[in-house]
């Protein structure tokens, strides 16, 4: 390489890219620092990868207890006192449901029970909903196990048809076509107040909403028998409204109270729900902060390679200090050699942290399958798979931090090197 070839290339030129490329491919015996560059890229990528899949996880946790919960629940709730009169209700569901974005307005009860079996007594929660707005409720009417909604309300077995949670159920030990007894604390009304009241219900389906609160938990009633049994007396607790977008629920309460009347309440999900939400908020972008200072270690990593291995190049620079190399040009020689395991383990971590959040179900059968032992607990998680939902913005986010660090980390060996006394070096080599 002439004097006027190192003087006159341009910044990042074809040059300076070899000799960075040749430093980082040179062997130990050659002044090289493969193992430490490899070490450097394995933390790199193990650190992006855990970075991805950590919040891609996180990420999926939510969008399903959100599509659960507000798929079970409701959007926004509306409660006052149109709900004691039915012609004033039954106006307010019908302006309701001619909101724009609102798919559904259910009247419904809610109140505890205790649920007897022939094995089994334990508590349960009781909905009333009409067989219309039941068959409506995807999440239930689409995940029947045993049975169907057909009998609902209309007493298929010669009895009150009721359709219970899947795990409920077999803690009961019921199935379609079996006898329940639910008790009401408070449905007989005398003149000494209200007294519980036993009635006998029959089976009609079993569900399973993939979450085991719900589905060890809950019984669906018709709205008029539920009335009876808790001694509504043709009233209920509330107006639940489904919308297009849970999201848009806050923005649509001005509208919708407006069509409910001036007497109504209007609150949605994320009033009721206001510390759940928020704590697992608070818990994403914690879990966010900590696995990015992993990110931070493991590119300060590249630190310790470059300074050796701008100890061991010390003739080489010196020598292309006196054809004509200028500082800058040893600079960026050195910080290409660091960004480049910066950049390739980042592109690797990328690779790596996606693919495993694409088939995080495959490899969680499998590890269940490997060490015999149940990787996501349902009764403790209350879902019943591990879920991942990969958000390209927060990956986005991610690959550019660590791209970032990696660089930041760069500049300070590759600073030193071009303060390099070319004398000096020499002198000690």
């Known amino acids: 390489m002439s004097e006027g070839a190192a003087t006159n290339a341009p910044p990042f030129g074809r040059w300076e890219r070899m000799l960075a490329s040749r430093y980082l491919r040179a062997k130990k015996s050659e002044g090289g620092v493969a193992l430490i560059s490899i070490i450097s890229f394995t933390g790199v990528t193990l650190a992006v990868a855990i970075l991805i899949i950590v919040m891609s996880v996180m990420n999926g946790f939510r969008a399903e207890l959100l599509n659960k919960i507000l798929g079970f629940n409701g959007h926004v709730f509306v409660t006052g006192g149109l709900l004691d009169n039915a012609a004033m209700r039954d106006a307010a569901v019908a302006r309701i449901e001619k909101v724009p974005s609102v798919t559904q307005a259910i009247p419904v009860i809610e109140a505890q029970a205790i649920a007897m079996g022939p094995t089994q007594i334990t508590g349960a929660i009781v909905r009333g909903l009409t067989p219309k707005d039941l068959a409506q409720t995807r999440i239930v009417a689409g995940n029947i196990t045993k049975g169907d909604l057909r009998g609902f309300g209309q007493g298929q077995y010669g009895g009150d048809v009721v359709v219970v949670g899947a795990r409920l159920a077999e803690q009961l030990g019921v199935k379609p076509g079996d006898n329940i007894s ?82 109504a309440l209007v609150a949605d999900w994320t009033q009721r729900d206001a510390s759940y939400w928020g704590a697992l908020k608070v818990e994403r972008n914690v879990m966010r902060l900590i696995l990015m200072m992993l990110v931070v270690i493991a590119a300060m990593n590249i630190i310790s390679g470059l300074v050796m291995l701008v100890k061991n190049k010390g003739r080489d620079i010196a020598i292309l200090r006196t054809i004509g190399a200028g500082q800058g040009a040893i600079l960026r020689i050195f910080f290409m050699a660091g960004a480049a395991i910066g950049a390739a383990g980042t592109l690797a971590g990328l690779a790596l942290g996606v693919l495993v959040s694409i088939y995080i179900d495959p490899i969680q059968s499998f590890v269940e399958w490997a060490t015999g032992q149940q990787v996501f607990a349902s009764d403790v998680y209350f879902l019943s798979r591990l879920p991942a939902k990969v958000d390209w913005l927060e990956v986005t986010i991610i690959v550019g931090f660590s791209l970032a660090m990696s660089m930041v980390w760069t500049l300070p060996p590759a600073w030193r090197a071009s303060r390099l006394d070319p004398v000096e070096a020499l002198r000690y080599e």
């Open 182 to 263: 639910l008790i009401s604390p408070s449905g007989g009304a005398t003149a000494f107040g209200g007294t519980p009241l036993q009635k006998a219900y029959v089976v009609g389906a079993t569900f399973t909403a993939g979450m085991s609160q719900y589905d060890q938990a809950y019984i669906f009633m018709p709205l008029d028998q539920a009335q009876l049994f808790f001694g509504r007396e043709g009233s209920v607790d509330a107006i639940e409204v489904r919308l297009t977008d849970p999201d848009k629920a806050e923005g649509l309460k001005a509208a919708i109270n407006r069509a409910a009347g001036p007497t």
